[in-house]
């Protein structure tokens, strides 16, 4: 029989020890979340800063649809913006879907966010008008909206969860972000941000190990 104290785990911790600890992996993860998206969200605005201020347009550098030369831009777009009042439109929803999306792990968070910049900017590219260019961090937006509702789904944590449900309560309206709309806004750069972020949700889901039967 693989009995055990009251109050203990298979492992010989307390359940108040498992407590204290997931208590503390979470505060770090979610310091480290804070600081990753206050420095990406932060770079933004010195780069948009310095575009303002240095002679040349930064926006020649964003994706480029069709254009072989254009696909650099795939990794540049995401930090150059059209003005700071598009900057300013992206920085809040990025910094809190960014930051719950980091919770789990940087390093779950990066590949993440190198999914979802990958598939946003690949569908931009193949579906936009010849030569147009598009810039803005949009595409990531969406994506840490798909990917915080559907890592809920996939990894079945209750917090994970939680935390779904109640991003997909309080941002609901940006689905119809991904239909064709206003001239001007890359409905492409939000539904393929929002197909990366549900396929990066997937990709680094957390893998359950097989539970040996207890004799």
Do not use: C
């Amino acid at each position: 029989m693989n009995d055990h104290p009251t109050g203990m785990s298979p492992t010989g911790r307390s359940s108040g020890d498992l407590l204290k600890r997931r208590a503390g992996n979470l505060a770090a993860g979610a310091l480290g979340a804070a600081i990753i998206n206050v420095l990406v969200v932060g770079a933004m605005w010195v780069i948009e800063v310095a575009d303002y201020v240095l002679p040349g347009e930064f926006d020649v550098y964003g994706i480029r649809a069709w254009d072989p030369e254009g696909l650099g831009g795939i990794f540049l777009a995401p930090f150059l913006h059209a003005g700071f009042g598009h900057l300013m439109a992206n920085s809040l929803p990025l910094l809190i879907l960014g930051f719950l999306a980091a919770l789990r792990g940087i390093g779950r968070f990066l590949a993440a966010s190198l999914i979802i910049i990958l598939v946003s900017g690949l569908g931009v590219w193949f579906t936009s008008s010849p030569l147009a260019v598009t810039v803005g961090a949009s595409g990531l937006v969406f994506g840490y909206f798909g990917f915080v509702v559907a890592r809920g789904l996939f990894d079945r944590r209750a917090l994970d969860i939680v935390i779904g449900v109640g991003v997909a309560i309080a941002y609901y309206s940006i689905i119809w972000g991904v239909l064709p709309g206003e001239a001007g806004i890359s409905w492409q750069g939000h539904l393929f941000g929002l197909v990366g972020g549900v396929i990066a949700a997937w990709v680094v889901r957390r893998r359950r190990r097989a539970v040996a039967p207890a004799y």
